[in-house]
């Protein structure tokens, strides 16, 4: 709201006020709506479910080379020049927002996989993971697999991987390697250009998110306690582009980070803000895992285990995208304090369980 006030551009501001706001009532629905373990394992089964219907979708497409229909808004596609071929987006407009999105299902899937107790259960969350997986190589977007590789280590931080689940992680990625595209590994290799002593950046790609942050700096060092006003870093980008002069585009953009996008639209005070808001979910989170273990409720704990993995992933891909479809981020953090709210309620019922037993002893 402060980077309201001292917006350049009102109109653009307080249209992201708007969604800001309506994000957060999201998030405080669903708090209030998963009020137990069975409401918040439904919703985590709702969204498994979507991802199932996504990458059926999206895998379905490419196979079939089926780019120009958008079947009923699921699937859809994005032709890059320098990529070579289409890029699955799913119901979104580019692919690297529904690669973040796919690698928050696949590893809710996967633990699925691991811990449900029904067979047939474990196989349609099986099939949920496979899918967004293929659905994931499909979007082209190496931030999205950088993402998925990150995003499976803390989980494994939490569930160390026995036999069984280093099988299903070893056919899963036979599976993907058998529709990985030609060239797939050669983009993979352009990431080194972002570790090149020489600072020569050659990827089109590379050349304009690099534009994009290093004028998200310059926004900041600017206007460093307020920013340049909430949503109006693309207002101002141009300026500051002619300055850099890596960035042919004329054009409005958005910065490739959350964070400089923080920094440069919100200044250090919105960002210190966030950064609190978020370190404060991890720690609620990581404490509901600990309580969860305490109380031998085995399944609640890998659940959670689960969303702390998602939203870690989510967060590290941010490093290099934006706020777009910030959606997705508020439903994710709604489900993450409602598993911290239900350990709580759970740990709290225990010691008054416990302090009974005292009392009548």
């Known amino acids: 709201m402060l980077s309201v006030t001292v917006a350049q551009e009102a109109e653009p ?3 992201e006020l708007f969604d800001v706001a309506q994000n957060i009532l999201i998030a405080s629905l669903v708090i209030y709506i998963l009020r137990d373990f069975a409401s918040l394992k439904s919703a985590v089964w709702a969204v498994i479910l979507a991802g199932l219907l996504m990458g059926s979708v999206s895998v379905f497409q490419n ?3 089926t780019y120009d229909n958008p079947y009923w808004g699921l699937g859809g596609s994005e032709f890059s020049g320098y990529v070579g071929r289409p890029r699955a987006t799913g119901p979104y407009m580019t692919p690297n927002p529904y690669a973040q999105v796919l690698v928050v299902i696949f590893i809710l899937a996967l633990d699925r996989t691991w811990h449900e107790k029904k067979i047939p259960l474990r196989l349609l969350a099986g099939a949920s993971a496979l899918l967004c997986a293929l659905a994931l190589i499909f979007t082209d977007s190496r931030g999205g697999f950088a993402n998925l590789l990150f995003t499976l280590f803390v989980f494994f931080l939490f569930n160390r991987p026995n036999l069984s689940s280093l099988i299903v992680v070893g056919v899963f990625a036979l599976v993907v390697a058998r529709f990985l595209p030609n060239n797939f590994f050669d983009r993979l290799m352009t990431l080194t250009e972002l570790f090149d002593n020489n600072g020569a950046i050659y990827d089109e790609s590379f ?9 998200a700096r310059m926004m900041f060092a600017d ?3 307020f920013g340049v006003g909430l949503n ?7 300026k500051y582009s002619r300055e850099i002069g890596l960035d042919p585009r004329r054009e409005q953009r958005d910065p490739a980070s959350l964070y400089l996008q923080l920094l440069a639209e919100q200044g250090l ?7 609190f808001f978020v370190v404060s979910v991890f720690a609620r989170l990581f404490k509901a895992h600990k309580d969860f273990k305490a109380l031998n409720m085995r399944d609640e704990m890998y659940l959670t285990s689960a969303l702390f993995a998602a939203l870690a992933g989510y967060m590290f891909m941010s490093l290099y995208k934006n706020n777009a479809y910030s959606n997705v981020f508020w439903t994710l953090v709604g489900m993450c304090i409602s598993a911290a709210q239900i350990a709580a309620n759970h740990a709290d019922s225990e010691d008054s369980a416990e302090k009974f037993q005292e009392t009548l002893r």
């Open 269 to 275: 005070i919105g960002f210190t803000v966030f950064i």
């Open 13 to 15: 501001a307080l249209e």
């Open 63 to 65: 196979v079939t080379n």
């Open 207 to 215: 050349r304009g998110r690099t534009s994009e942050n290093i004028a």
């Open 223 to 225: 206007y460093p306690f």
């Open 232 to 238: 109006n870093y693309s207002e101002n980008y141009l």
